[in-house]
């Protein structure tokens, strides 16, 4: 079965699908389709009807039917990077829960998109920048460094101005420790 019907319709209807299938042009033959960065991706047309499928079930708020959605298509495609960022700005949106279970459901989502695509930068890039904006400036750091690391191509990043104010709160950081370190050795000597 492609999609589940819910309680308020037959969300998944062929015009349904034909929408789907006309906002992101898709054809039964072609390339291969491409995700977030330019990479090629082994994603099929059932993945991207499913990803679309999900994208307007968190439009219309049915938070259970979205997430079903954007983990039956992150199954079927796991590097469709652009899911995985989808699925967790919709979790950090969601109007359900607290303001932490959102924050938390967002990182899980991020961090189970990263375990499966270990290199990709546009998943390194967005949770650091959750990171950042959460207040939380060494992972942000870390993250955004080795989401450049993985593609020099989004080195730009770390030219953003709060990027800057968070990178030299970590340097300033480690250099306190280091003469914190130093001046404890010094006098635990003398």
Not at 7 to 24: C, D, E, I
Not at 25 to 39: C, Q, Y
Not at 117 to 145: D, S, T, Y
């Amino acid at each position: 079965m492609l999609c589940k019907n819910t309680s308020t319709g037959s969300v998944n209807s062929g015009l349904h699908r034909q929408r789907a299938k006309s906002l992101y042009g898709l054809r039964k033959s072609g390339p291969p389709l491409r995700g977030f960065t330019g990479e090629t991706s082994s994603c099929n047309a059932r993945c991207i009807i499913k990803y679309a499928s999900a994208l307007e079930l968190a439009r219309s708020q049915e938070y259970m039917a979205a997430r079903e959605a954007f983990q039956e298509c992150v199954q079927m495609c796991p590097d469709l990077v652009q899911a995985w960022v989808s699925w967790a700005q919709f979790e950090k949106r969601a109007q359900q829960g607290s303001v932490g279970d959102h924050l938390q459901r967002c990182r899980s989502v991020l961090q189970r998109g990263l375990t499966l695509n270990p290199n990709n930068a546009k998943l390194c890039q967005a949770w650091g920048l959750l990171e950042l904006q959460r207040g939380n400036v060494l992972a942000a750091v870390l993250l955004l460094e080795r989401c450049v690391a993985s593609d020099p191509r989004c080195s730009p990043v770390l030219k953003w101005k709060p990027v800057k104010v968070a990178q030299q709160a970590v340097a300033s950081r480690r250099l306190r420790a280091i003469q914190m370190v130093r001046s404890t050795d010094t006098n635990s000597f003398a």
